[in-house]
């Protein structure tokens, strides 16, 4: 079970943190990323991790704004967002790959796993 939080509303230019927390199953041997999705269009990706934290990868859309971190420690994987956009207003999710240590993709279909999602909406 993956669970979401940390959305809301924002100025443009602004920051938030959002956290992804699993209960139930260990994260450390699986990649993770996060999605995003407006009403309409596909579920696109913004950012992924190694399951060993390695590596961080990231859409050019977000490329310097977003940092993707984990704490296995805790259980738990981070999206920091800053210098936000009205564009980026979305529903986030969360994922963790299919499989265990393998290599991190892109592509929706190699995460089997999803949290129920976190609205952030910024403002212009």
């Known amino acids: 079970q993956l669970q979401a939080s940390g959305g809301g509303l924002v100025q443009a230019g602004g920051s938030l943190r959002l956290s992804c927390a699993a209960s139930?199953?260990?994260?450390?041997?699986?990649?993770m990323a996060w999605f995003r999705q407006v009403p309409g269009k596909e579920r696109e990706f913004v950012a992924g991790i190694w399951w060993s934290g390695g590596g961080p990868f990231y859409a050019d859309s977000v490329k310097g704004r977003f940092t993707i971190s984990r704490d296995n420690a805790k259980n738990t994987v981070y999206l920091q967002m800053n210098s936000l956009k009205p564009e980026d207003t979305a529903v986030y999710y969360c994922?963790?790959?299919?499989?265990?240590?393998?290599?991190?993709?892109?592509?929706?279909?190699?995460?089997?796993?999803w949290g129920q999602g976190t609205q952030v909406t910024v403002s212009s």
């Open positions: 994922a963790a790959d299919t499989l265990p240590r393998t290599p991190p993709g892109q592509a929706r279909s190699a995460y089997g796993s």
């Open positions: 139930g199953r260990t994260l450390s041997s699986y990649n």
